[in-house]
């Protein structure tokens, strides 16, 4: 029996290409909110004894969550066999320590919650800190697919003559993996945050790449801000417009055009969140990660 595989509001476009991959079904689902704010949930498709997964990339996660567990309720309730999360984006990673007295260990507590209401997670390079597996936070299987490929991949075909710049010295092994892989050279920035949107940058001596293009790569990008302060330093050392390329396009508040006016020639990210920055599709490996899961 084909797996059924459910789109939460607005991950259409990304489950139409897993099904597409994985031969499997689409799940009819149907939600909407009372006028009190609350949830409305009905699965239309039949689950009992069926493999299912929800794709739900979970950028912005407080809207989504409750609605995503309340769906995995639903079809564990109605007698599937397995539910799984698809999640290209996964949220809450940050907060993977206590920094101060008395804050909550976010990316723990939503690794329960998620723990205890599906079978498995895919999804593409989860932000780990000071974790080194994703086993540490999840008590069931994390599947981990890594678009640092995608990205050497896009860098060879779009900027052969690039100079790969990684955001911070935390960076520096699987930015030094993309530019390897696209055959170009790949320097770190020295980055102090100061706070979520202060941040302040320290370039390497530049000099001997200033014939290539920029390529600043990040894993996220969110806020924007060290892309913004890199962009301008580059711009006064009078190289050309960056590519800002990343893989998690997040772009809180206005960070995307703030990028653009700061100068940035063009700005590329994976499809894990949908924006109109998206160029890179990743369902290919998202859904090779699945195939012995959804059985």
């Given amino acids: 029996m084909k797996p059924l595989l459910f789109a939460m509001p607005g991950n259409e476009d990304f489950t139409g290409r897993l099904i597409a991959a994985l031969g499997a079904e689409p799940g ?7 006028p009190d704010g609350e949830t409305y949930v009905r699965l239309a498709s039949d689950v009992d004894g069926r493999s ?6 979970l950028d912005r996660p407080n ?16 007698g599937a066999s397995r539910v799984g999360l698809v999640a290209p984006y996964l949220g809450y990673m940050r907060q993977d320590k206590r920094f101060r007295p008395g804050e909550a260990i976010t990316s723990s507590a939503f690794g329960s919650l998620l723990s205890s209401s599906f079978d498995w997670i895919v999804t593409v390079d989860p932000h780990l800190h000071r974790r080194t597996s994703m086993s540490e936070i999840y008590a069931i299987p994390v599947a981990v ?6 990205l050497s991949a896009w860098i060879r075909e779009h900027a052969p003559n690039a100079l790969v710049i990684g955001p911070d010295v935390e960076s520096e092994q699987w930015v030094s993996t993309v530019a390897a892989d696209a055959g170009v050279p790949c320097v770190t920035l020295e ?29 996220i990008i969110s806020s924007g801000r060290t ?11 009078g190289f050309s417009p960056p590519i800002c390329l990343g ?49």
């Fill in 191 to 219: 980055k102090t945050r100061r706070g979520d949107r202060d941040v302040e940058i320290k370039l390497p001596d530049l000099e001997a790449w200033r014939s290539r293009t920029p390529v600043l790569v990040d894993d």
């Fill in 227 to 237: 892309m913004e302060v890199a962009i301008r330093h580059l711009s006064e050392l």
């Fill in 28 to 34: 009819s689902l149907e939600m909407r909110r009372f």
């Fill in 63 to 78: 809207d989504k969550t409750l609605p995503l567990l309340f769906t995995a309720h639903a079809a564990r309730d109605l």
């Fill in 52 to 57: 299912t997964a929800f794709v739900c990339t």
């Fill in 247 to 295: 893989i998690h396009g997040l772009f809180a508040d206005d960070a995307f055009e703030r990028l653009e006016a700061a100068g940035a020639s063009s700005i590329v990210c994976t499809n894990t969140v949908s924006h109109k920055a998206t160029a890179l599709d990743v369902s290919d490996i998202v859904a090779k990660a699945m195939s012995s899961l959804v059985q």
């Fill in 145 to 150: 697919c890594h678009a640092a490929p995608k």
